[in-house]
């Protein structure tokens, strides 16, 4: 990296992926000048804390952007639509975690093990999109897998953390789950459902054709991303009453065969997977153990018997680091390190 320090803003701050986003900037010793925090008027009058320093959160508005270099958004989709566009004519790079660019053909989505080379130069919109979370870790575990024997098909269930749908669905379950074990009355703000105890099969809106956006979003985006629009998939997206960590029931079909011994040897090599596959020793990747850290986790490797080149596995990763702020600011970094900012 050069030695440049850069003044960065984090839209929605104050929320459940903006406040991971500081915390890994600090562990990643970004150079960070100066951070502008910025959130809705709920938040007017607060400050966050950054690197021993407190500053005051900024109530997003179009002058908020002067300055800045690089625009974390994630503050939700309506907010990125509007202003994303004002910070990047102000000069700014934005990298978006919602997912109002995330299909547009000008619009680079970027996931820094698979596709860094989308980051070679800046795009013309000054916008990049992080994907959303559960495409994230997919691609992370498949991209090594495609380049070595080409994904014909990947069917993927989804188990996903509450705290994907941002603070206040961290706190209904909190609520929920105390209520139902002391007998007082719990209430749904954020799901459709009492979640405490118990799986929804609905995250996001429906779509016409009986998926959710969340299940279409995991099957635009892995084509987008692999570049590869011929790999057929399909998702079942769950919520699931685990507050860090969405895991992933990974059905792969390949064109030819891949032994689960060369998987395991390709995923170990890969960037960012760390395989955790010992089921004698019942040892496998959980949500409870990838919270807090980086790595996507593979493990249950196994041959599909039921089709001819199959694999099934299971991924997880923290929902809120490598599923948005740490992808973000990786992203931030290779475009430091390429001196394009
Ligand atoms: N959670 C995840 O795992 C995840 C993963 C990938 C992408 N994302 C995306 O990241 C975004 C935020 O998610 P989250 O989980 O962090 O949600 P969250 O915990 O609810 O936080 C939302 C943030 O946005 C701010 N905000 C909301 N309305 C605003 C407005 N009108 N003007 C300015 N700021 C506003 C909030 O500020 P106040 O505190 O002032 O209300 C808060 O800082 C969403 O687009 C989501 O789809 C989330």
């Given at each position: 990296m050069n030695r440049k320090l850069y003044t960065v803003a984090v839209v929605g701050a104050t929320g459940a992926v903006g406040r991971e986003m500081m915390h890994i900037l600090q562990q990643r010793k970004f150079p960070v000048g100066k951070l502008v925090p910025i959130a809705s008027e709920r938040s007017q009058g607060t400050s966050v804390k950054y690197a021993g320093n407190s500053y005051d959160v900024v109530v997003l508005n179009p002058d908020a952007f002067k300055g800045v270099d690089i625009a974390l958004f994630s503050a939700g989709g309506d907010r990125s639509r509007e202003f994303a566009p004002i910070a990047a004519s102000c000069g700014a790079v934005v990298i978006d975690n919602s997912n109002a660019f995330r299909m547009e053909e000008d619009i680079p989505l970027v996931v820094p093990e698979v596709n860094a080379q989308m980051l070679s130069s800046l795009p013309g919109r000054k916008i990049i999109s992080n994907p959303n979370c559960s495409t994230i870790q997919l691609v992370v575990a498949l991209a090594p897998l495609h380049r070595y024997a080409r994904i014909k098909r990947v069917v993927v269930s989804t188990y996903q953390a509450v705290s994907g749908a941002g603070q206040s669905a961290i706190e209904e379950l909190n609520s929920q789950a105390k209520a139902h074990l002391e007998g007082g009355k719990s209430e749904k703000k954020?799901?459709?459902?009492?979640i405490a105890f118990n799986c929804i099969p609905h995250i996001d809106v429906f779509e016409e054709n009986g998926f959710t956006r969340e299940e279409m979003k995991v099957v635009r985006e892995t084509k987008k991303i692999m570049d590869d629009q011929s790999i057929a998939v399909t998702a079942t997206a769950v919520r699931v009453p685990v507050f860090h960590g969405h895991s992933e029931a990974v059905w792969i079909e390949f064109e030819s065969d891949v032994d689960p011994e060369k998987a395991r040897e390709i995923l170990t090599d890969a960037p960012g997977v760390t395989v955790v596959d010992d089921p004698s020793a019942e040892r496998y990747p959980m949500a409870i153990d990838a919270a807090g850290t980086d790595p996507v986790y593979v493990g249950r490797i196994r041959r599909d018997f039921s089709i001819q080149h199959g694999l099934n596995m299971w991924i997880v990763a923290d929902n809120l680091r490598k599923g948005a702020a740490l992808n973000a600011v990786q992203i931030a970094e290779v475009l430091v390190s390429n001196n394009l900012i």
């Amino acid at each position: 990296m050069n030695r440049k320090l850069y003044t960065v803003a984090v839209v929605g701050a104050t929320g459940a992926v903006g406040r991971e986003m500081m915390h890994i900037l600090q562990q990643r010793k970004f150079p960070v000048g100066k951070l502008v925090p910025i959130a809705s008027e709920r938040s007017q009058g607060t400050s966050v804390k950054y690197a021993g320093n407190s500053y005051d959160v900024v109530v997003l508005n179009p002058d908020a952007f002067k300055g800045v270099d690089i625009a974390l958004f994630s503050a939700g989709g309506d907010r990125s639509r509007e202003f994303a566009p004002i910070a990047a004519s102000c000069g700014a790079v934005v990298i978006d975690n919602s997912n109002a660019f995330r299909m547009e053909e000008d619009i680079p989505l970027v996931v820094p093990e698979v596709n860094a080379q989308m980051l070679s130069s800046l795009p013309g919109r000054k916008i990049i999109s992080n994907p959303n979370c559960s495409t994230i870790q997919l691609v992370v575990a498949l991209a090594p897998l495609h380049r070595y024997a080409r994904i014909k098909r990947v069917v993927v269930s989804t188990y996903q953390a509450v705290s994907g749908a941002g603070q206040s669905a961290i706190e209904e379950l909190n609520s929920q789950a105390k209520a139902h074990l002391e007998g007082g009355k719990s209430e749904k703000k954020v799901f459709p459902h009492n979640i405490a105890f118990n799986c929804i099969p609905h995250i996001d809106v429906f779509e016409e054709n009986g998926f959710t956006r969340e299940e279409m979003k995991v099957v635009r985006e892995t084509k987008k991303i692999m570049d590869d629009q011929s790999i057929a998939v399909t998702a079942t997206a769950v919520r699931v009453p685990v507050f860090h960590g969405h895991s992933e029931a990974v059905w792969i079909e390949f064109e030819s065969d891949v032994d689960p011994e060369k998987a395991r040897e390709i995923l170990t090599d890969a960037p960012g997977v760390t395989v955790v596959d010992d089921p004698s020793a019942e040892r496998y990747p959980m949500a409870i153990d990838a919270a807090g850290t980086d790595p996507v986790y593979v493990g249950r490797i196994r041959r599909d018997f039921s089709i001819q080149h199959g694999l099934n596995m299971w991924i997880v990763a923290d929902n809120l680091r490598k599923g948005a702020a740490l992808n973000a600011v990786q992203i931030a970094e290779v475009l430091v390190s390429n001196n394009l900012i």
